[in-house]
Structure formats: structure tokens, C-alpha cells
């Protein structure tokens, strides 16, 4: 699938694995969350606890308490793509989180301060860099 720019260019450079997931028990287990995390170049705590913080539950490593839609995760994940990833300035996936959940975009050097989301307080907290 491709990050941002038109789904419909098969040959967009920017492009991420579709979710896989399965349940156990009461829980939703993204199978493929390291590869996703990969593609859009982010920790997968990061997007594991933004799915938390959006859907109102328990989240840890690769795994959701309760079970949820594929559908309703793969919007979540276009939601944070848009949110952390997209460059608000070029358009471009290519913005990395740096120091205290600042947005730097290695295209146009563009630099923001990542939106009001609760993820920023985990971001803080746990930072990659």
C-alpha cells in the first residue's frame, strides 16, 4: 500500500505492508507490526500504543486487548501516517520523530512539533533516538 501520494501508483516509492492481524483469545495480535514499523521507519511501540490510545484500550508489544476490525486498524494507521509520517510542508513520508516529539523532515528540512495527540506524552517518555 502506498504512504500518502495517489493508491492507485503502483510504481509510488513510499509503500507499506497491509496489516496482518489475528485474535487470541480476547486479544488482537498485529502479526506483521516489525515489518510495518520498517516501512515507515517509526518504533512499533510508537504505532501499537497510538492503536491503544485511539481505540480506548490496553496495548502492549504486538498485541491489542479486545478484538477489532481490520478495517478500523488500517484507518487508524492512515491516521497516524498522517500525523507523524506525511510532511505537512512537501507532502512527503519522509519525517522522522527527533528529540521531544519533533517532526524533521529529511526532504525539505521542514521541522514541526508534533500535533496534540496523547501519544506526545508517550513520545517524551520513551524516546528512540
Do not use: Q, W
Not at 486479544?27 to 520498517?38: C, H, P
Not at 516501512?39 to 498485541?63: C, Q
Not at 487508524?76 to 500525523?83: A, G, P, T
Amino acid at each position: 500500500m502506498n504512504i500518502g501520494g495517489d493508491p492507485a501508483d503502483l510504481s509510488y516509492r513510499y509503500k507499506r505492508p497491509k496489516i496482518i492481524a489475528h485474535f487470541e483469545h480476547n486479544e488482537t495480535v498485529i502479526d506483521n507490526i516489525a515489518g510495518l514499523s520498517r516501512a515507515l521507519e517509526t518504533p512499533p511501540l510508537y504505532i501499537i500504543k497510538f492503536f491503544g490510545y485511539e481505540l480506548g484500550t490496553r496495548s502492549d508489544r504486538n498485541r491489542l486487548r479486545g478484538r477489532h476490525n481490520l478495517d478500523v486498524l488500517e484507518s487508524l494507521i492512515e491516521k497516524y501516517i498522517k500525523l507523524f509520517i506525511i510532511c505537512p510542508k512537501c507532502l512527503l513520508p519522509e519525517c522522522d520523530i527527533v528529540k521531544h516529539a519533533v517532526m524533521l523532515c529529511r526532504a525539505c528540512g521542514n521541522s514541526v512539533v508534533c500535533r496534540d495527540h496523547k501519544i506526545t506524552t508517550y513520545m517524551f517518555a520513551h524516546p528512540f533516538y
